[in-house]
């Protein structure tokens, strides 16, 4: 065992005699500053650095690094990367989840597969399930993100905040274009790009109207040859 690995091993026997949970302890990696509570379990792959504080009964791992962060209790984080953020107690991180720094995630949030947060704040039980992109945001209290929804926060030049109330429902390929702010139990329709404030209980709706013209890809593959 050499010079690095004997600290390392002695973490690990520490975090194990305090009630933490390993499958393969040889698979983990844990700092010296860290702290993980009782009966949580560290799944192979799972890296833990700088003074990261972890509550106890989480499930974390596999293949999840966690920097500088604040972890609650009850909390599963699955094949994700999280930055200098606080997770709240019984949230849901993963898989493939980046969440950069300076984020707060409230308490019984989930947070899913692809998606990235950065320098945002999520109020309790807030669902981004897939495929989002939300930075420089402020968002209220169980609202619910459809998949392909992205903060336009940067222009080339400067940062601008998108902030969002409670109860907002946000459908699929929503684009804010900040700054916007959008009132308790919002209604933004799928494929709607934000550009103007939407009021509390309101119905949002940005998009081109659909035109159909019969026979015109048959006309548009003879002209061109093709059967």
């Not at 989480?58 to 953020?85: H, R, Y």
């Not at 959008?182 to 009021?199: N, S």
Request: net charge negative; with cysteine; aromatic share 6%.
């Amino acid at each position: 065992m050499n010079d690095y690995s004997a600290p390392l091993q002695a973490k690990r026997e520490q975090l194990l005699e305090a009630g933490v949970l390993m499958m393969d302890p040889a698979a983990v990696y844990v700092e010296d500053e860290v702290t993980v509570g009782a009966g949580t379990l560290l799944l192979p792959g799972t890296i833990l650095r700088g003074r990261t504080v972890i509550g106890e009964n989480c499930l974390i791992g596999p293949q999840v690094m966690l920097t500088d962060c604040t972890v609650g209790d009850g909390c599963t984080v699955n094949a994700s990367q999280c930055e200098e953020s606080t997770i709240e107690k019984d949230c849901q991180i993963g898989p493939y989840t980046h969440i950069r720094p300076h984020c707060v995630v409230g308490e019984g949030s989930k947070i899913g597969a692809f998606v990235q947060l950065k320098n945002c704040n999520l109020g309790r039980g807030t669902k981004m399930a897939h495929l989002t992109y939300v930075g420089d945001s402020d968002v209220g209290e169980s609202c619910n993100f459809g998949c392909g929804t992205i903060t336009c926060n940067y222009d080339g030049f400067k940062k601008y905040r998108t902030t969002i109330g409670s109860n907002v429902f946000v459908g699929c390929n929503t684009n804010f274009v900040p700054p916007v702010t959008v009132g308790d139990g919002a209604f933004i329709a799928a494929a709607t790009t934000v550009t103007q404030d939407i009021p509390e209980d309101a119905l949002a709706i940005g998009r081109a109207r659909q035109e159909v013209r019969e026979g015109w890809a048959a006309e548009n593959r003879r002209l061109k040859g093709k059967k």
